[in-house]
């Protein structure tokens, strides 16, 4: 098979099981933010290259860059009550030029360090823990069933399980990245003072006041959401890549 054909069939599997994820499993995001305020293909990927994690590290950088002011304006929608500001935001557009005009662009940026940190580890641990998890697997079910291949070894119940635990896992680790860029990026006081000043203090405050349980406020509604999400995801990804081999055969 070629590169080309495997990224495609890949790319194909990852949209379909992307939407079908983001279809299902959305709305207790915005629970889990309110707590808080109180990404195998990339796997194969990331070889042992020095270049290619480089390549990937500048990635996530820009990626970060392009999304911050997105994760931002969102966090502040989910988060403002009517009681919470004076004046709540009316919409997107109006969040973005309000942020624009009292807090200047750099405001877009807050949460940008833990934010990076997340997302660069969240993905190399989930998919590196799947990967393993699925090698344990077929070689356990491999030993009882010989005559079959790998690909065939596991049903929809295995990837299930697969990806909801290596997105539990993910989440264990990396959870308190999302705490801290959350608490980050609230919106300022009627004075226009922030709660937080920076990343750094919101470590401090955390810790001081709420100890180390206060990094993993909100990680239930994020399992509830994030998980079974996960497990849909590598449920259509696999099913999906297993209906492209007949057909990649056939031509």
């Given amino acids: 098979m070629s590169l080309s054909q495997w990224q495609w069939e890949n790319a194909i599997a990852g949209a379909v099981s992307g939407f079908a994820t983001v279809a299902a499993m959305y709305p207790l995001d915005i629970v889990r933010t309110r707590f808080q305020g109180f990404e195998r293909a990339l796997c194969r990927l990331l070889s042992c290259s020095f270049r290619v994690h480089c390549f990937m590290g500048i990635i996530f950088l ?5 999304t911050n002011p997105i994760w931002l304006i969102k966090t502040r929608l989910q988060l403002q009550t009517p009681i919470h500001q004076s004046r709540p935001y009316s919409g997107v ?28 580890s969240h993905g190399a641990i989930q998919f590196t823990a799947y990967e393993e998890l699925r090698r344990i697997l077929v070689d356990y079910k491999g030993r009882k069933r010989k005559s079959e291949s790998a690909s065939n070894l596991l049903n929809s119940f295995d990837y299930a399980v697969l990806g909801g635990s290596s997105k539990i896992a993910a989440i264990l680790v990396t959870y308190p990245f999302q705490v801290i860029r959350t608490r980050s990026q609230q919106r300022p006081s009627n004075e226009g003072i922030p709660r937080y000043m920076s990343s750094w203090h919101v470590v401090k405050e955390t810790a001081r006041f709420e100890g180390f349980r206060g990094f993993y406020k909100g990680i239930t509604p994020n399992l509830l959401k994030n998980v079974p999400a996960s497990s849909i995801t590598f449920i259509v990804y696999e099913n999906v890549l297993k209906l492209l081999r007949p057909t990649r055969r056939n031509d």
């Fill in 93 to 120: 557009y109006d969040a973005l030029r309000t942020i624009l005009r009292e807090e200047g662009w750099t405001a877009l940026y807050k949460g940008l360090g833990p934010g990076l940190l997340m997302q660069v």
């Fill in 62 to 66: 820009l990626v970060s860059l392009c």
